[in-house]
């Protein structure tokens, strides 16, 4: 059972975002429409996925790269990543990205990085919130196990359930939040996992996740 994704990419960078040659080479409407709906397409499934993306970062992260960064659910970039979404240089205001972005960090930092295109540094990103951790660039994949390992160690029910609800209550008022977030919470308390979590805590004891976990019979 996969419990969390990892999106790393090799070479100098992490992702340059589109490619604008081959943006140039077909310049028409209904082009440019499928090509930003496919993409959307994709960032939203990493959203729906019912396991924690985390993103690895290294080098550039530009444009839909960095849109992608901001898209996972957690990021660990190495201390020579650098972000920014940097269409506004060709005279091409990142929107989509731009969803993503101003999700991730306060609404002034976002659109200054929208208007001016320009770069901030790995530990600019992780102050401003766009990744949670960074490291050295020989350090970036032991940082990011460790990551995974606290996420894998909690029951995969709870974080599901957490995941989908964290993007749905964001999107809503507070009272619609808390009312979902009430009755996920009361739902996920029915699960055997969070029936033993609670009964190991009262009787001082490890819990015992896979006993709890395991289909019966």
Not at 35 to 49: D, G, H, K, P, S
Not at 59 to 84: E, I, N, P, Y
Not at 119 to 147: K, Q, Y
């Amino acid at each position: 059972m996969v419990r969390a994704v990892v999106l790393g990419a090799s070479g100098k960078a992490f992702c340059a975002g589109h490619d604008l040659k081959e943006m140039r080479a077909e310049p028409s409407l209904e082009y440019y429409q499928r090509l930003f709906a496919q993409c959307t397409a994709v960032m939203l499934a990493i959203q729906r996925l019912p396991v924690p993306v985390i993103a690895r970062v290294h080098g550039l992260a530009t444009a839909a790269g960095c849109q992608l960064v901001a898209m996972c659910d957690l990021a660990v970039a190495s201390h020579d990543a650098r972000f920014a979404v940097s269409g506004v240089n060709v005279g091409l205001f990142c929107a989509t990205p731009g969803v993503a972005l101003s999700r991730n960090l306060p609404r002034k930092a976002a659109f200054e990085m929208l208007v001016t295109g320009d770069f901030v540094s790995a530990e600019e990103a992780r102050v401003l919130g766009l990744v949670n951790r960074v490291a050295a660039p020989e350090a970036l994949d032991d940082e990011v196990e460790a990551l995974v390992a606290r996420i894998v160690a909690k029951p995969g029910v709870a974080v599901a359930m957490g995941k989908a609800l964290f993007y749905r209550q964001i999107e809503v008022g507070i009272e619609s939040a808390y009312e979902d977030a009430g009755a996920t919470m009361a739902c996920n308390m029915m699960d055997p996992s969070a029936l033993e979590g609670v009964q190991a805590f009262i009787e001082k004891r490890p819990p015992s996740w896979l006993a709890a976990e395991a289909p019966t019979t």
